[in-house]
Each structure stands twice: as structure tokens, then as C-alpha cells.
């Protein structure tokens, strides 16, 4: 899957507060480098959807395997957007459909990832025009969890599958962005339909340049493009 940009946004206003807020200044105090504050800029800018069917390669498991979460005691608490949430305050559901979580909106495990080159460059992806949801949209690499999975396994996994073995097995380190995942909703109309994620942020820096990695890409991306990181900002 890829988290789109264009065609899916969210309303850019929600993110001058609250969670978004926190985790800039969080950025902005923070003494790594770039990149993190990169990725929550964009998130932040050209916000956000992780796209509802899943890869091509893993469909049929994703169909049976995606777990779902709640929060614990008080409901009605929903986190701030992008508000990082320990996950001592939620509780494991039932294995659902991604189909299914979407239609009733139930929380769900995903992975964000920035794919960086040895220089910094960005990789973007673009969503195929055959498909149903955000079609010809550019983003960067989402994944859903299934069941019980890890999140760097999730990380690695989707690095794999829309990038390729090849292109996992050039990253020389995933870097995680928050210490806890960050909450993300986005509503599909007004019949209870939304895609509601808990999303651990990750950087995966690749140990070669750009012109010297070769992606295998999944049927779902239909065109791809590195730019450097004053380029990304301008996104």
C-alpha cells in the first residue's frame, strides 16, 4: 500500500493542533537529524491515508488476518490526531478483514515508512490508475499489521513486498520515528465507514545510492521517483 498524498487528504486544519503539534515540537527539540521531522512535516502537509486494499502479494493472508484494537475504559477518549498512544491503553480484538475494519471502523496496527537513499533521497511512489481507491496518487510506503505482527517486522515486510527482497536487503537501518504509534482517522461518509490506524513511523536508510538500488515493485505501484529532501518539503 502507499500512503497518499494527493486525491486523499485530510483536512490540513486538523493538524495544527493537538498530537501534530506535539510531535513537531517534539521534532524541532529533538538533536537527530532531518528526517524525522521530514516525515512528520509531510504527514502533517499532505496527511493521510493508508489505502484500503492491500498488496497483491499478501491479499488473501491480509483478508484474514488484520487485527483489530480498542481503547481501554473510557471510549469516548480519542486521541488528538497524529497524538501518540502507549499501547498500554489499548486492548486486542477480533481478526477481521481489512474489507471489514474499514466498513465498521475499527482501529487497526499499521507502518509508515520513508524510504531514504544513502544521500537522503526520498523515495515516492504512485498509485496505480486501475485502482478503485486513490487512484494516480503519489504518497510514501504504508503497510498494514496483520495478526500479532511485530512492528519492525511490519516495517521490513512492507519494504519487501512493494519494494522487493532486493530493496530490504539494501536497507542498512530502520529508524523509528516515535517511540509509540501514532493515531490516524479518516473518515469514508456517513454511514460509520473510516480507516482508523494506530501507525508506527519508521525511517528505512538504504546503504547504496539511488541509481544503485533495484526495486521490484508490486503490481500496485504503477511509477516511483527519488527527490531530495528540499524537494520532498515542497511536496
Known sequence: MI??????????RRTRTGGATILLKRMLGSPSYV??????????????????RPSGRVRAKLAKDLRTYSFVGNTSNIP????????????????????????????????????????????????????????????????????????LDNAKRGVSEELGR???????SFNKLTEYPVYMDREF?????????????????????KENIRLGLDEEVADHQWISLSEYLDW
Open 166 to 172: 532486493d530493496a530490504l536487503d539494501a536497507v542498512s
Open 189 to 209: 461518509g456517513n454511514n460509520g465507514a473510516a480507516d482508523r490506524q494506530l501507525l508506527y513511523m519508521w525511517e528505512a536508510r538504504m546503504d547504496k545510492t
Open 35 to 52: 528526517l524525522p521531522l521530514v516525515l512528520i512535516l509531510v504527514v502533517a502537509k499532505k496527511l493521510i491515508s493508508i489505502l484500503q
Open 80 to 151: 488528538a490526531f497524529l497524538q501518540e498512544v502507549d499501547p498500554d491503553e489499548i486492548t486486542k480484538g477480533g481478526v477481521v478483514s481489512i474489507d471489514h475494519a474499514h466498513r465498521h471502523g475499527l482501529m487497526h496496527m499499521g507502518a509508515v515508512v520513508l524510504v531514504s537513499d544513502v544521500r537522503g533521497d526520498v523515495l515516492l511512489l504512485k498509485r496505480g490508475s486501475h485502482l478503485a481507491t486513490c487512484p494516480n496518487s503519489w504518497g510514501v510506503l504504508g503497510e498494514h499489521s496483520v495478526s500479532d505482527e511485530g512492528p
Open 3 to 12: 500512503m497518499s498524498g494527493s486525491g486523499c487528504d485530510v483536512d490540513i
